[in-house]
């Protein structure tokens, strides 16, 4: 994948993230269901070693980061997990298709 392809994707990833940080608190009071299901994410990414950042090519300096970003994210449940990773391979794809056309080209 290339490195705009990637940076696109962090960005998204970014966005989730804060978007499911901002949930544990509703209304000013903190939301134990919603930081059960965070806490249950990031336990299952770090005794799994579910890293996203890996997938999409990213070498995090501090171990555990990568883990604990994806535990965040999976936290948000099954559907938003399979639409995130449908976007990642999507845009995956299509950059190695315009790749193939530019090496095609030249």
């Known amino acids: 994948m290339d490195k705009l392809a990637s940076i696109i994707i962090l960005a998204g990833i970014a966005e989730a993230i804060w978007e ?7 209304h000013g009071k ?4 919603k930081l059960g299901a965070i ?8 005794v799994t ?5 890996s997938l999409i090519g990213f070498s995090p300096k501090i171990n555990y980061v990568g883990q604990v970003l994806t535990g965040l994210l999976i936290s948000r449940g099954a559907n938003f997990a399979h639409d995130l990773l449908t976007s990642i391979y999507n845009l995956q794809q299509n950059t190695r298709t315009d790749n193939t056309k530019v090496e095609t080209k030249l």
């Open 39 to 46: 806490l249950v994410g990031i336990l299952l990414c770090i």
């Open 30 to 33: 903190l939301d134990f269901n």
């Open 20 to 26: 499911t940080i901002k949930m544990v608190f509703n």
């Open 49 to 53: 070693g579910a890293d996203i950042l």
